[in-house]
């Protein structure tokens, strides 16, 4: 999931959906003007999770997607 709960801070949330336990997985600071809007993630060809994201900036005059990797 994506929350936009801490203005420019917005989290990305993974969910165990068998035990409900909600984890931070990353935070994105991209600007308090924008909302988180919808969230994908898939395989890259290593098997390792790719988050896309899709944000609205402020009275919807721009559209942003962006791709995230988590590095270990």
Do not use: H, W
Not at 14 to 19: E, H, L, N, P
Not at 41 to 60: I, S, T
């Amino acid at each position: 999931m994506s929350c936009d709960e801490f203005n420019d801070q917005k989290r990305v949330l993974s969910v165990d959906v068998t035990t409900g336990l909600v984890e931070t997985v990353f935070f994105r600071n991209i600007g308090v003007g924008f909302e988180a809007e919808d969230i994908t993630v898939y395989a890259d060809e290593d098997g390792e999770p790719v988050f896309c994201v899709l944000d609205r900036g402020e009275r919807r005059e721009s559209t942003n997607l962006t791709f995230y990797k988590v590095t270990k």
